[in-house]
Nanobody, 115 residues
Framework: QVQLLESGGGLVQPGGSLRLSCAIS????????MGWYRQAPGKQRELVAT???????NYADSVKGRFTVSRDAAKNAMYLQMNSLKPEDTAAYYC?????????WGQGTQVTVSS
């Protein structure tokens, strides 16, 4: 059972930055892919960014050029650097990991972009 724990959310003004972290309970090399998803109130959960075990990345069009996903194998961690934040980025952000044995989710961290 892979366990994921997000941190780094909070309240930020439009145009500001935040860095989310996801601590993973096992080696990221045992995972096929990892990613960040978000869910705003009244909306479905949506993909933000993914990174494969080969390091290939993919981003939602709405965050391209503003968000960067990365990982640190030594720390078994994944990160989401979010710059130029907009009010529409307000959501609960979830860490996801996929392996041959399952699909795992963290409990989420809230990001609120407001002046």
């Amino acid at each position: 059972q892979v366990q994921l724990l997000e941190s780094g959310g909070g309240l930020v003004q439009p145009g500001g930055s935040l860095r989310l972290s996801c601590a993973i309970s096992e080696s990221i090399f045992l995972l096929n892919s990892m990613g960040w998803y978000r869910q705003a109130p009244g909306k479905q959960r949506e993909l933000v960014a993914t990174i494969t075990n080969f390091g290939s990345t993919n981003y939602a069009d709405s965050v391209k050029g503003r968000f960067t996903v990365s990982r640190d194998a030594a720390k078994n961690a994944m990160y989401l650097q979010m710059n130029s934040l907009k009010p529409e980025d307000t959501a609960a952000y979830y860490c996801n990991a996929r392996s041959l044995w399952g699909d795992y989710w963290g409990q989420g961290t809230q990001v609120t972009v407001s002046s």
